[in-house]
Every structure is written in C-alpha cells, then in structure tokens.
C-alpha cells in the first residue's frame, strides 16, 4: 500500500523567512496531493491541493510542487507569519473511492 | 455556511461506559469519514461511508461502530470505551472533483476516558 514519508518532523523559521516542507510517497498510482494545516485544538483545513498532471501550483504565499519521477512534492511558504504557525499534513490518494493516506506531519513554528 | 459540525467538542466518559459522538454536513458530499487523531499523530482512518457503502479499516478494533441513518448525519458508537481510546475525532466528508476526493473536516470532538 501507499506510504507517505515528510521531512521535517519539526521546523522553526524567523518571521518573513520561507519554509519548505518535503514529502515522498511509494506509491506510483497516486495522482492527488493534498496538504491540510492543523492548528492547536482544531481539525485539519485544506491549504492547497496538486494533482498529478501539473508540476506546481500557488495560492499567494503558498506553492506545491510535485515530481512524479522523484515521487515526492513539496510544500512552499514564502513570507511566513505567525499564524502560519501549525502541523502542516502532506497526504497522497490514488483517486476516488480511495483513502487518502497522511505523512506524519511537521510542526512549523514562526518566530516573531 | 456549508461545513461539517460536530457535536460535542469535548466530551468525558468513564471507562467502559458506551459514548456517541455526531457529525452533520451541510455540504451534501456522500462520502464520510470517522477518522482517530492521538497526540502528535497523524489522523488514522477509521472506516468510511461511501453513499450508504460502509468500509472498514482492518485494523480498526471492534468497540468502535458507526451509523449513518441519512447524507447528512453519521454516528460514532465506541461500546466500551478504554483509556487507550481517549483521542480526537475527526469527521470528514468528500466529494469526487475530476477523479479525485477532496476531503473537509470538521472541527473534531477530544474524547476524555476517565
């Protein structure tokens, strides 16, 4: 089955530095790459989303970039605020009726 | 707005006494999911609702059960809760957009087992 790998685990960046999150998954059939933000106490919300026919997308201070050769994508913050501050999720889904599988998560920390 | 309430945001119970937890969506999406997320972790699927198709995880243990008597509403039934299942649940649902499943979740309800 698939398995989603992301590194770091944990990340702390000064405000207004960028933050970059990795992910790698096994499974060559996966075509949806979803990236949920959880903050304390809260369930995950959707940030951005890429699927396997685009190598990137961006939503103003947030990019994805996705190499299915590599097999892994990435998680781009530019300008980072404080309440970026969360566990950031990566997950990976071969598509519909399947579940979508989690990476472990990375606690992004901003420093004011 | 459209979005997936669930009720109660906390909720305590004691060892071995059956709890319920509820999601509700205003989305109309006809996939759910019950997912369990402890601390630091990962949400780990529990099982899911596609239409009135249930689906459950292997390794999901038996005490936990659920209902969904309708789109809008599904139950989480844990029949004798024990103080490994003290954790947050999460309700998600899904909707199909060009072949994928876009998940939403809800604001999730942290189970207390004393």
């Known amino acids: 089955g698939e398995n989603v790998e992301q590194h770091p685990s944990t990340l702390s960046v000064q405000e207004g530095d960028s933050a970059v999150i990795k992910c790698t998954y096994s499974d060559s059939a996966s075509n949806y790459f979803p990236w949920y933000k959880q903050e304390l106490g809260k369930g995950p919300q959707l940030i951005i989303d890429?699927?396997?026919?685009?190598g990137e997308k961006k939503d103003q201070r947030i990019a994805v970039t996705l190499n299915k050769t590599a097999k892994h994508f990435s998680l781009h913050i530019t300008e980072t605020q404080p309440e970026d501050s969360a566990v950031y999720f990566c997950?990976?889904?071969?598509?519909?009726?399947?579940?979508?599988?989690f990476g472990p998560g990375t606690s992004l920390s901003v420093i004011p | 707005d459209a979005m997936v309430i669930q009720n109660p945001r906390y909720q305590v119970t004691q060892f071995g006494k059956p709890v319920t937890l509820s999601c509700s969506q205003t989305?109309?999406?006809?996939?759910m999911y019950w997912y369990q997320q402890k601390s630091s972790q990962a949400p780990k699927l529990l099982f899911h609702?596609?239409?009135?198709?249930?689906?459950n995880e292997a390794d999901t243990p038996d005490n936990f059960q659920s209902r969904r008597p309708n789109t809008s509403f599904c139950f989480l039934d844990i029949r004798s809760p024990g103080l490994g299942d003290a954790a947050m649940y999460l309700c998600?649902?899904?909707?199909?957009?060009?072949?994928?499943?876009?998940?939403?979740f809800g604001p999730g309800t942290r189970l207390l087992v004393l």
């Open positions: 997950a990976a889904s071969t598509g519909s009726r399947d579940k979508v599988i």
């Open positions: 989305l109309n999406h006809n996939v």
């Open positions: 609702y596609y239409d009135k198709d249930f689906n």
């Open positions: 890429i699927r396997s026919n685009v």
């Open positions: 998600a649902t899904s909707r199909v957009l060009a072949g994928v499943e876009t998940q939403y």
